[in-house]
């Protein structure tokens, strides 16, 4: 392992999302053998997977290869492999394939994953939102949903194929169903001839008393009337408790109703991904319900000061109590904060413990529509969201990515048109 400059202190990053790249990047000039292990061999931009899945967007448009994005960086290489097994005291991973990789520091940061809370059969039925291959999965339901409607128009509200039920309203419940709402009504409304897609209903279940929990209330009931206005069915305070291939079963207050539905998508939680069960295992690092470790001030993992976990994987709670979100700006954040760390180290300086500055929030709901916090300054509407697409825009790995989503965005603005509205592999039912 290690670059062609052959410096010998040697640093292995795992996961190449926003923690993991963010952190090669700022190592770029650091007297390190630098290697960035994934299992995929390019860098995904997560936030905006819901305009895959809806067809605003092409796979392409929001990934760019690793190799590209670090080809200019002497000391690093890049490994396409799947870390299975982490030795800590001989400080070594071992891949799947057999290969074994050494490391003097070790940066953990392979994110998270669907979090089903022990009903892990219902991940088929309900798939997450998680990777590209997630949002094609779902474009691919979404879009084969309506044209199994066509096909038998008379039975296809009975038998739930306009029926789209998202079960989860944080930012990405929110943003799918707003996304659904559009594209059934604007998009699609004159592609078929058997069936009206604006006779679908979108329905967004949430188990607290509001959408966008995290968000200051006036700002979730904001969120709720631009869903609304959609045509977005919201419920709140309530909680699925079942879902099988062509339903959903919900339930509160001592009540359950049955929904009959082909399209399921799950946007209800997270946990963290499995690189996080061989990491505690080998260090015997504390965790939380989801599967988080927790880490010290400095993000390292407790007693052992050459592993740094950051991103979705690390349970941080030492600014505010509470546990940080797991969004783009904190793993950015983690990921400069553990390279300075590394080359601070390095140089003999002192290390003064992470922390993140919350630069304020934003959530998409549909066409000019968009809520923001920032602390006292809170708004929503037009304003909000042309804010929500220029800091989108800048948070794009590359500028030709850049260029690509804003020529897409300005077309979709002008023609309500998602032309990336493919169906691979052809004919199957959705579940």
Partial sequence: MGGADGRGHRVVIVGGGFGGLYAAKRLARVPVDLALIDRRNFHVFQPLLYQVATGGLSPGDITSALRWILR?????SVWLGDVTEVDAEARTLRLADGAS?????????????????????????????????DATEIRRRVLTAFEAAERNPDRALEDGWLTFVIVGGGPTGVELAGAI?????????ADFRSIDPRRATVLLVEGADRVLPPYPPPLSQAARRSLEQLGVEVRTGITVTDIGPDHVMLGGEGTSEKIATRTVLW????????????????TKAPRDRAGRIIVEPDLTVPDHPE???????????HSTGEPLPGVAPVAIQQGRYVA????????????????????GELATIGRAAAVADFGRL?????????????????????????????VQWAWNYVTRNRGARLIAHGWREPN
Wanted: proline share 2%; hydrophobic share 50%; glycine share 8%.
């Fill in 340 to 359: 300075d760390v590394i080359r601070r180290r390095l140089a003999g300086d002192t290390v003064r413990p992470f922390r993140y500055r919350n630069k």
């Fill in 378 to 406: 809170r708004f929503s509407g037009a304003v909000a969201w042309l804010l929500w697409l220029f800091v989108h825009l800048m948070y794009l790995v590359g500028f030709e990515n850049r260029v690509l989503v804003f």
């Fill in 267 to 282: 946007a209800a939680g997270v946990k963290a991904a499995s690189f996080g069960d061989a990491l505690a295992d080998a």
């Fill in 307 to 317: 592993i740094f976990v950051i991103g979705d994987l690390a349970h941080f709670a």
């Fill in 101 to 133: 990789v050494p490391y003097d520091i070790l940066v953990a940061a392979t994110g998270s994953t669907q979090h089903y809370f022990g009903k892990d059969d219902w991940e088929s039925a309900a798939p997450g939102l998680k990777t590209v291959e």
């Fill in 181 to 189: 709402a559009e594209l059934a009504n604007h998009t699609l409304r």
């Fill in 72 to 76: 200019r960086q002497r000391n690093t």
